[in-house]
């Protein structure tokens, strides 16, 4: 157990539909890095925050948008899905800002598009 | 730019067998390298890291890694593989502290009795 949480642990919904991606790092950490998992394109980064401050982006759609709370907690929102955005969404967590710390990763949270 | 290639999408070895997964990296500049491992159903978990201090890393599990710049590959190696050891491996660089995480697409390793 990392310590990071992740919920839902599934979520299956319709395209065009708009969802919410749950993430809680583990006590003290203050980065949050949300990542992408799926078969065609493998493990992509898409954001990163520092302590409620995003410090990078990577292959991230217009589409998806995320955000850090004052309690470290951090949401990934996907909207207009498409097929193509089923994938496993991985959040991780490090103490402090930079890519050289380890990262704690969370189960995961598998997303399905019908 | 930096980029990871991990040849080949699989590797099966026998129980006790020297276990050896390959990586080749791209940095414009010295890179700080990782091995994470994913069992099934879980997230990646980090086995070890190189951060420009010595090039031969020990991480968890009994693996270690050897960063040689001049092949410019940091390959993974087990000198006796377990059963447990069955799970999915990715190699991954970041080119200095503040670029990210580039992964490669991951070496699955089968270990047979």
């Known amino acids: 157990d990392s310590g990071v949480t992740q919920t839902p642990k599934h979520l299956i919904t319709a395209t065009g539909q708009r969802v919410t991606l749950r993430c809680s790092p583990r006590?003290?950490?203050?980065?949050v890095y949300w990542y992408q998992q799926s078969l065609d394109q493998g493990l992509q980064f898409l954001i990163h925050?520092?302590?409620?401050?995003?410090?990078a982006k990577g292959n991230i759609l217009e589409r998806f948008s995320a955000q850090q709370f004052p309690d470290l907690h951090s949401e990934l929102n996907l909207s207009s899905l498409e097929l193509g955005d089923s994938a496993l969404y991985f959040c991780?967590?490090?103490?402090?800002?930079?890519?050289?710390?380890?990262?704690?990763f969370g189960p995961g949270t598998r997303l399905t598009v019908t | 730019a930096q980029s990871v290639t991990q040849l080949g999408s699989h590797v099966s070895v026998s129980e006790g067998a020297l276990v050896l997964l390959r990586c080749n990296y791209s940095?414009?500049?010295?890179?700080?390298l990782f091995w994470y491992v994913q069992y099934p159903n879980q997230g990646l978990q980090l086995l070890l890291k190189?951060?420009?201090?010595?090039?031969l890393v020990k991480g968890i599990n009994g693996f270690e890694a050897e960063f040689k710049k001049s092949e410019t590959s940091f390959h993974l190696t087990k000198p006796s593989a377990h059963m447990s050891d069955a799970a999915e491996y990715f190699c991954?660089?970041?080119?200095?502290?503040?670029?990210?995480?580039?992964f490669g697409k991951g070496i699955t390793l089968s270990v047979r009795p």
């Open positions: 006590s003290g950490d203050l980065s």
């Open positions: 991954a660089v970041s080119a200095g502290a503040n670029s990210k995480l580039t």
């Open positions: 991780a967590s490090s103490p402090e800002g930079g890519f050289s710390y380890e990262q704690y």
């Open positions: 940095s414009s500049v010295p890179p700080y």
């Open positions: 925050y520092y302590n409620g401050e995003e410090r």
């Open positions: 190189y951060t420009s201090a010595a090039t």
